[in-house]
């Protein structure tokens, strides 16, 4: 994660959502950083919000499917009058980035504090998951997933949605109103990119 | 080998779409086409291809950074009285296990479902064993029953549930090519099941197709019942539940109703939304909000705010076609079919409004029912008062409970709408009503602090949660206040409550006196019908007093001929019987007398009883068989035949008939 990254992360609620995401995302979409900034702790800040809710609602640590929370993140939000989204398929895409950053901060604190951490986000439906998360592994998937994004930003997000949100190609294809097959391609193409970046980086 | 530039990747990039949408024999070909052309490019190519062949190999990124459930290889374990064998499934709620019985007492296959621990939560398992517990209790043909719920030593809880093989209806349906009241006879098969749970408070929350299996044999059973409200802390629903449901496929929930979106609440109204979509779809071939790819926020927007298109309407000439030859039928047919009274009663399961569509399943499958007894149905407005009438007056005779006192409330809620249909300035008293209707449901399902109370709330609970709530309620909607006292009144004599009828009368006649003047009809009204509940009641010495100012108010008013006057005139009848045979006879014939005037009124078959009744009092039995026999007439014609009356009709005109020693003509009518 890049160093201004993990900072305007770490700014929890500085922003509040009623300053009109949708402004933020227009801005954000001109190349504004600083509206960029904004926007990502903005949607940190609700996510995490939300992911503390459903904790206190069940009473104990909580698993949690990834797609839920985007989803009611989603719901939730454009039933608010104040935040009309541009579209679904790019809150979509801003709010799996902040996951993978929400993600990355999990694994980095359970391997701190053994298991002390806040909440986890696990996936009940996808039990055949194998690898347990790796905090510096997934730093480096992160770290490409930037690179890539800088190059192609519809593939690195296709990557948040499918690979940190465990969105199926079926319900990415359905938000960006794109043919499955398509998806798929493209995500082909992702993985070529990052598994040449990561190899690259393992060789050095 | 080196990381690709930016530069590199966008001249890379449509060429790896290109390759990526060939196969291996295309692309070889393709290959060596560029190889001649751009032998660097081609080379670059191919080393990402191979790297692409490498790391599909090596599974590169397909499993995402999450955290697995701790159950697999779980085969040969003991859960409870069942032992595993394989597992035949996994969703959204867990994984699925075949299992058979490890005591080897009797053969039975057994389906356990593992949920993962947190959808219960810490402190959960109580709550989650007592819910399972009564959910086990719901037994009915058509349902796939619940052996046993609880936690393993791991924590880890379970249900253990009737193992069903079937196929979705859908699907049966289809491939059996079930024309459209085979489907509906199947159809009301699941209405009873849901029907069954309704009347014990049970919600399914979830009915899709996978949840309804036929099996070879063509029943039906309904599986997952109760099941997504046991999944829920602390009695919250909405979004949380129904996504997680529907995660693991695409979301998709068609059939999701607009509570469930909005976090409203779910009674049994949400279970006739749900039924409706699959009526819909058994019908039609086609999901209410149409069978296109569509996004999520789509599907929200259509299921709360677009009204689906009636279901004649999907059904077209050109794309109706495989539809309708599923169905034994041709698209105009199929069409015409549908159009009316099948289209009225869909759209009715189907409104937005919960206390818009049937109340009940019982409800929806009357309804049905008279369809395919060519009978008028509920969902077409015009035919609501007259059958409301005959429901209520029907239900006197039933079996009461809680199902059919939901039903007979919202009867008269109907009653209220429709009479709304006719005189706008009515609304205001369908919505009163509609409100208070509302608020029983809600005193009593989701919004019980313990489930387990509002599962176990009986018929009589609900009534009295109604009489207590309606003294401060509707205080400014007497009309819609007055129809409810009644309702609620009725119900009270039905279940053998008189002191509870009579103090709900009594507030009704004070109500219609101070709304419409103490001389007024609907005084007199009230008062039969106080006069009526206080016979059962301890305070029965005032009946006399009360019908008599009842039958003084109607003699001031000049009504002599009236529907009312005659059953006022049989409560007479009915009360002198113990003190004054004469008068008895005389209100009684003045009964008759009323109701003959009135032609086609069923009533009448009742005066008449009550007269023939009282003849042989009076030492004139003779004179009672003729009645008898017009008595069985008239309720044959106008109630149809069988009906409930008939047999008490027929009953007594045998033992009349016997008391005449007229041994023949006896024994032909107790025959």
């Given amino acids: ?168 190609f079926a319900e990415i294809a359905a938000m960006r109103s794109l043919s499955e097959r398509t998806v798929q391609r493209k995500w082909e193409k992702a993985r070529i990119y990052l598994h040449r970046e990561l190899r690259a980086d393992l060789q050095l | 080998m080196s990381t690709l530039s930016p530069e590199n990747w966008s001249t890379l990039s449509p060429y790896l779409d290109k390759a990526l949408t060939l196969s291996q024999e295309e692309r070889e070909r393709w290959l060596e086409a560029l190889r001649t052309q751009n032998p660097d490019l081609a080379k670059q190519l191919q080393e990402l291809l191979n790297e692409h062949q490498a790391l599909r190999q090596e599974a590169f990124l397909e499993t995402g950074p999450l955290m697995p459930l701790p159950n697999a290889g779980l085969a040969g374990q003991i859960i409870g009285a069942y032992r595993l064998v394989s597992r035949i499934g996994h969703g959204g709620m867990g994984t699925v296990w075949l299992a058979e019985r490890s005591d080897g007492r009797f053969e039975r296959k057994a389906a356990v479902k593992f949920l993962s621990a947190a959808l219960i939560g810490h402190g959960g398992e109580e709550r989650f064993k007592r819910e399972g517990a009564i959910l086990g209790r719901l037994s009915h043909p058509n349902t796939a029953e619940l052996l046993d719920a609880g936690v393993t030593s791991t924590g880890q809880p379970y249900l253990v549930l009737e193992y069903i093989e079937g196929e979705p209806i859908d699907q049966y349906c289809e491939a059996r090519r079930l024309d459209i009241r085979a489907r509906i006879r199947l159809f ?39 099941i997504a409200k046991l999944l829920e802390g602390g009695g919250e629903q909405g979004t949380a539940t129904l996504l997680t449901h529907e995660s693991g496929s695409a979301f998709t929930p068609l059939f999701a109703a607009p509570e469930q979106l909005t976090n409203g609440v779910v009674t049994t109204a949400t279970d006739v939304y749900e039924l409706s979509v699959l009526l819909y779809l058994l019908m039609t071939g086609q999901y209410p909000v149409g069978s ?7 599907l929200v927007k259509s299921i709360l705010e677009i009204e689906a298109p009636r279901a004649s309407s999907v059904i077209t000439s050109e794309g109706g076609m495989i539809a309708a ?27 937005k409004q919960p206390s818009q569509r049937y109340i009940t399943a019982d409800a929806l499958a009357e309804d049905l029912r008279r369809y395919l007894a060519g009978e008028p149905v509920i969902a077409q407005p015009e035919s609501t008062w007259y059958r409301t009438k005959k429901f209520l007056v029907r239900r006197r005779w039933a079996v009461f409970s809680v199902a059919s006192i939901v039903v007979a409330l919202a009867a008269g809620l109907g009653t209220a709408l429709w009479q709304a249909h006719i005189a706008r300035r009515e609304s205001r008293v369908a919505t009163a009503m509609e409100g208070f209707l509302e608020d029983i449901f809600r005193a009593n399902s989701s919004y019980q602090d313990d489930p387990v109370k509002a599962r176990e709330t009986t018929a009589r609970q609900l009534l009295d949660i109604g009489a207590r709530k309606i003294d401060q309620e509707l205080v400014d909607v007497p009309e819609a206040k007055l129809r409810i006292l009644d309702t609620l009144g009725t119900m009270y004599s039905d279940l053998g409550l008189g002191d509870e009828a009579v103090a709900l009368r009594r507030k009704r006649v004070d109500l219609a006196r101070s709304r419409y003047g103490k001389d007024s009809s609907e005084v007199a009204g009230a008062l039969t019908d106080l006069g009526s509940a206080l016979h059962q009641s301890s305070s029965v010495a005032e009946r006399e007093g009360v019908l008599l100012e009842a039958k003084r108010t109607l003699d001031k008013q000049g009504d002599y001929n009236s529907r009312l006057r005659g059953a006022l005139c049989i409560q007479l009848a009915q009360h002198y019987e113990s003190s004054d045979l ?90």
Avoid: W
């Fill in chain 1, 1 to 168: 994660m890049r160093e201004s990254q993990r900072h305007f992360l770490s700014r929890l609620g500085a922003v509040r959502l009623e300053s009109n995401l949708s402004s933020l995302i227009a801005a954000a979409e001109t190349g504004e950083s600083t509206a960029t900034e904004a926007l990502f702790s903005a949607l940190y800040a609700e996510l995490h919000g939300m992911a503390k809710r459903e904790l206190a609602r069940r009473g104990g640590p909580s698993t949690l499917s990834v797609t839920t929370l985007l989803h009611e993140a989603y719901l939730n939000m454009a039933s608010r009058d104040d935040a009309a989204f541009p579209d679904r398929a790019r809150f979509m895409g801003y709010a799996a980035r902040v996951m993978r950053g929400l993600i990355i901060d999990h694994a980095r604190n359970r391997q701190a504090q053994k298991r002390g951490g806040q909440f986890e986000i696990t996936s009940f439906e996808n039990e055949n998951v194998g690898h347990p998360a790796d905090e510096r592994e997934l730093q480096r998937i992160s770290d490409a997933l930037d690179e890539l994004g800088k190059v192609d930003r519809e593939l690195a997000e296709f990557v948040d949605l499918k690979f940190f949100c465990g969105f199926s």
């Fill in chain 2, 188 to 226: 009301l098969d699941v209405l009873g099941a849901v029907a069954h749970a309704h009347a014990n408070l049970i919600i399914h929350r979830d009915i899709k197709p996978s949840n309804v299996l036929v099996s070879k044999d063509g029943s039906v059973k309904l599986l997952d019942f109760g």
């Fill in chain 2, 292 to 298: 296109g790819a569509q996004s999520a926020a789509d």
């Fill in chain 2, 325 to 351: 030859q599923n169905r034994g039928s041709s698209p105009d047919k199929l069409q015409r079919q549908l159009r009316g009274d099948l289209d009225a009663i869909i759209r009715k399961g189907l409104r």
């Fill in chain 2, 582 to 671: 004469q008068k008895a006879v005389q209100y009684s014939r003045q009964g008759v007398d009323v109701y003959r005037k009135l032609s086609g009124e069923p009533m009448l078959a009742e005066a008449l009883y009550e007269e023939a009744l009282l003849l042989p009092m009076v030492g004139q039995s003779r004179q009672a068989e003729p009645l008898l026999k017009e008595t069985i007439q008239v309720s044959a014609k106008l109630e149809g035949d069988p009906n409930v009356s008939l047999a008490r009709y027929y009953a007594y005109l045998g033992q009349t008939q016997q008391d005449l020693t007229e041994f023949a003509a006896a024994e032909d009518s107790l025959r």
